[in-house]
């Protein structure tokens, strides 16, 4: 038995309470996310109401995705073992890093079965709402970033997403490559990767397992069923409140901002990459954001450090190699019948199917003949994502969009782990260059991010000759930008652009406007300056520095020192520290 969308409250609500539209004008997008997520939870709860069914925040839940690393990664192994194709070297690398991973792996598994526990839960939620400003566990340390906007700020990030794009120099030109990484795009963009850390999964399937064991009954009836006044105890017990979802803090920075927001990939399988759009209600342009590793969920850190390459051309055609992990995370090599909706959709057949019906909605809306910018932004694991959906989105735009009102623009994103090998960083810079407007991935880059700047990334090193075995060969894509302060230079490294390129760091405000800013945030937030001086310090600590500084809220606090300048090339793979350079000698030898 199917019920009709029309005639259930259930996914209205869900609506209501996990998205906020400021934008009432998308009705078509509106219905068409109302039915997908219908048939996503509808599907949920006929699962959940099985006893195959696993809760996946619950104290065993991360057992089985360990399993299946620790069996994928050492069935690989001995393959390759198996095979006798591979230098001994090169196996025993391989064999080295899965028994590392699998150890740390081990060690995370007790962290999130730790804080799956009630207690320390309740525990948490309470000491995060009464002194954290209600804020998820990855932005804690900074319970001051979504207030330091400041609206002109917020206005120049608008002026600055809705500008048409510039046309690439004509073939044969000699004059300089000049790119412009834009400071107020910038700034908008590393607050929204880091606020959609906020939205919290765990109530909306806690709720689904409760409703479909108390009912008892096929799904289309325990949903008709329901009412939300007559069960709005239970249902609240069970997280149908806007704390447990995250969608609070979400709201407040909507309402300051003038963003709507909604989750479009979150539950099409059991391992979506979580995606979300902001717009601005008749605006041209949109923000897809991939949302990064959560600090207890376990599959994130499984996706992280499921490091294997694996051949790209059935989702990226003429590219080479990916990162399996990644690569899963959008486009799932196996689906699981269990746990997925009607038609197991992949993540990014998903998105992409509600950004073309969003940005015809946003399109109607504006003189004829123009389209939506799209823009992609995402932090550590959603920067990550963000990377391969962009590069799909340029590589692939004629397929996957036909003729959409949609031109895709830069991507910013911060905190970039690796996605692919060197042939596929390279095959990444000719697609780009390719293109009939000027494009950039930016990589933003605060201090010695260890995620950034450490790890297998031997094939950013384009002298430097690897084995296609090799497990250390990956490389960056894109365009990295190294943040420091202003009056110093900020760097620029990659393989994208090379020392002739000119880039600046660009905004419509002055430095001394930009200046005159942060010491007004900081009579704003008093205690932002403490917790400033605090993170510069813990930054300068060997290792675990490193850590500390992937935080969003440090990238933030270095945005805020930047000031429009031009940028000095550097090679960029030289070893950070002392441990990088023995850690790199080990794997390169």
């Not at 995060?128 to 120049?156: H, M, V, Y």
């Not at 990659?494 to 600046?504: E, Q, R």
């Not at 007004?520 to 490193?546: A, C, M, S, T, Y």
Request: glycine share 6%; charged share 20%.
């Amino acid at each position: 038995m199917t019920t009709d969308v029309g005639e259930t409250g259930f996914p209205q609500i869900v609506q209501d309470v996990e998205s906020v539209f400021l934008d009432t004008s998308v009705l078509n997008f509106q219905k068409e996310l109302r039915r997908t997520r219908h048939e996503e939870i509808i599907t949920l709860t006929s699962v959940f109401g099985t006893r195959f069914a696993r809760f996946p925040y619950t104290f065993f839940a991360p057992i089985p995705a360990y399993g299946w690393y620790l069996w994928s990664t050492w069935t690989n192994v001995a393959y390759v073992a198996s095979t006798f194709e591979t230098p001994f070297v090169d196996w025993f690398r391989l064999a080295s890093s899965a028994f590392i991973i699998s150890i740390i792996l081990w060690f995370v598994l007790l962290w999130c079965q730790f804080t799956s526990l009630p207690p320390v839960r309740w525990v948490y939620w309470w000491w995060s709402e009464r002194f954290r400003g209600n804020l998820g566990l990855i932005n804690l340390l900074t319970p001051n970033l979504f207030k330091g906007l400041l609206q002109e700020q917020i206005a120049a990030a608008d002026d600055a997403l809705s500008c048409p794009p510039e046309p690439q120099a004509s073939a044969g030109s000699t004059a300089p490559v000049i790119r412009e990484f834009n400071l107020d795009i910038a700034k908008l963009l590393i607050q929204i990767s880091s606020i959609v850390y906020e939205r919290r999964s765990d109530a909306i399937y806690e709720s689904v397992e409760e409703t479909a064991r108390s009912r008892g009954r096929t799904i289309s009836l325990a949903f008709t069923d329901i009412n939300f006044v007559r069960d709005a105890p239970r249902l609240a017990k069970l997280g149908w409140n806007r704390r447990r979802w995250g969608t609070d803090v979400i709201e407040d920075f909507c309402k300051k901002t003038g963003l709507s927001y909604t989750p479009v990939s979150e539950l099409s399988t059991s391992t979506s990459a979580f995606c979300s759009f902001f717009w601005k209600g008749g605006g041209n342009w949109i923000i897809v954001a991939f949302k990064g590793t959560g600090p207890i969920d376990y599959p994130d850190y499984v996706v992280d450090l499921t490091t294997r390459m694996v051949h790209a051309d059935d989702v990226l055609p003429t590219f080479s190699q990916l990162h399996k992990g990644f690569r899963d995370r959008i486009w799932p090599s196996r689906l699981r019948r269990l746990f997925e909706i009607s038609g197991r959709k992949h993540s990014w057949d998903q998105i992409r199917t509600m950004l073309i019906t969003l940005a015809n909605d946003l399109a109607r809306q504006q003189p004829a003949g123009e389209k939506i910018n799209v823009w992609f932004t995402g932090h550590s694991l959603g920067c990550a994502l963000s990377g391969l959906a962009y590069t799909r989105a340029i590589n692939n735009f004629s397929e996957d969009f036909g003729d959409a009102p949609i031109v895709i623009r830069d991507a910013y994103t911060f905190g970039a782990p690796v996605v692919g090998n060197r042939p596929t960083s390279q095959r990444f810079n000719v697609v780009i260059r390719g293109q009939r407007d000027v494009k950039t991935l930016w990589r933003v880059t605060n201090r010695n991010d260890i995620v950034a700047t450490g790890g297998p990334q031997l094939g950013n090193n384009p002298n430097l000759e690897l084995t296609s075995t090799n497990p250390a060969g990956f490389a960056h894509i894109g365009a990295e930008i190294r943040m420091l302060d202003y009056d110093t230079p900020s760097q620029f490294a990659g393989t994208l652009y090379d020392a002739d390129t000119i880039v600046k760091i660009t905004s419509i405000f002055t430095a001394e406007d930009l200046k005159e800013q942060r010491v007004q945030q900081l009579l704003d937030h008093p205690d932002w300056e403490k917790r400033v001086g605090w993170g510069n310090f813990v930054q300068q600590i060997p290792v675990v520095g490193r850590v500390f500084a992937h935080s969003p809220g440090l990238y933030w606090n270095q945005l805020a020192a930047l000031a429009p300048i031009y940028c000095v090339w550097v090679r960029g793979y030289e070893p950070v520290d002392v441990f990088s350079a023995i850690f790199l000698l080990f794997i390169s030898r």
